[in-house]
T-cell receptor
Framework: DAGITQSPRYKITETGRQVTLMCHQTWSHSYMFWYRQDLGHGLRLIYYSAAADITDKGEVPDGYVVSRSKTENFPLTLESATRSQTSVYFC????????????FGPGTRLTVL | KQEVTQIPAALSVPEGENLVLNCSFTDSAIYNLQWFRQDPGKGLTSLLLIQSSQREQTSGRLNASLDKSSGRSTLYIAASQPGDSATYLCAVLTSNAGGTSYGKLTFGQGTILTVHP
């Protein structure tokens, strides 16, 4: 299917466990992003990537790791999950250039117990 | 630092009304402004994108305007319907610190719209 997909859609884990959230896009967009959405904070950028093997920190990168070995995939790993990382995570992508729409995936709801 | 504010935070209107959602931003050096819709438990759906050089964009019953110099945008929804009930987010794309073309999308907190029959 075309577009951005995220998996899993829902995840419950325990404090200290490693969790990986997957993001896949079929448009070959150069830019990909990870956001978290929390009540009272809105959407905050965690990490972004301009192309395969090029990643950079956003506003709230601590406790997260990303990689981008292929253009279409941009996994987000929580190395040791904490309760404060309970949130809804959104992946997004955008074509190269600053004048294009950004598109979002359906989100992953993560609960850390 | 770019800041985006949306007013009102919530709006409840009867079906059929025309309504306006407001968005303001502090740094006028933007590449574009994008309006999104978010239904409960869902992702963000792009509604309209206005380039920095444009004044407005239209899609069906939606019309978005942009006044870059004053740092304001409005989303006009004509003849509202219960299916329009959702959270509406505006976001502006500005240059990030390195001045690269990645840009940074800064979001407002959203306006929660309820259209009742």
């Amino acid at each position: 299917d075309a577009g951005i997909t995220q998996s899993p859609r829902y995840k419950i884990t325990e404090t200290g466990r490693q969790v990986t959230l997957m993001c896949h896009q079929t448009w070959s967009h150069s830019y990909m992003f990870w956001y978290r959405q929390d009540l009272g904070h809105g959407l905050r950028l965690i990490y972004y990537s301009a192309a395969a093997d090029i990643t950079d920190k956003g506003e709230v990168p601590d406790g997260y790791v990303v990689s981008r070995s292929k253009t279409e995939n941009f996994p987000l790993t929580l190395e040791s999950a904490t309760r404060s990382q309970t949130s809804v995570y959104f992946c997004a992508s955008r074509p190269i250039g600053a004048h294009n729409e950004q598109f979002f995936g359906p989100g992953t709801r993560l609960t850390v117990l | 630092k770019q800041e985006v504010t949306q007013i009102p935070a919530a709006l409840s209107v009867p079906e059929g009304e025309n309504l306006v959602l407001n968005c303001s931003f502090t740094d006028s050096a933007i590449y574009n402004l994008q309006w999104f819709r978010q239904d409960p438990g869902k992702g963000l759906t792009s509604l309209l994108l206005i380039q920095s050089s444009q004044r407005e964009q239209t899609s069906g019953r939606l019309n978005a305007s942009l006044d870059k110099s004053s740092g304001r945008s409005t989303l006009y929804i004509a003849a509202s319907q219960p299916g329009d009930s959702a959270t509406y987010l505006c976001a502006v794309l500005t240059s990030n610190a390195g001045g690269t073309s990645y840009g940074k999308l800064t979001f407002g907190q959203g306006t929660i719209l309820t259209v009742h029959p």
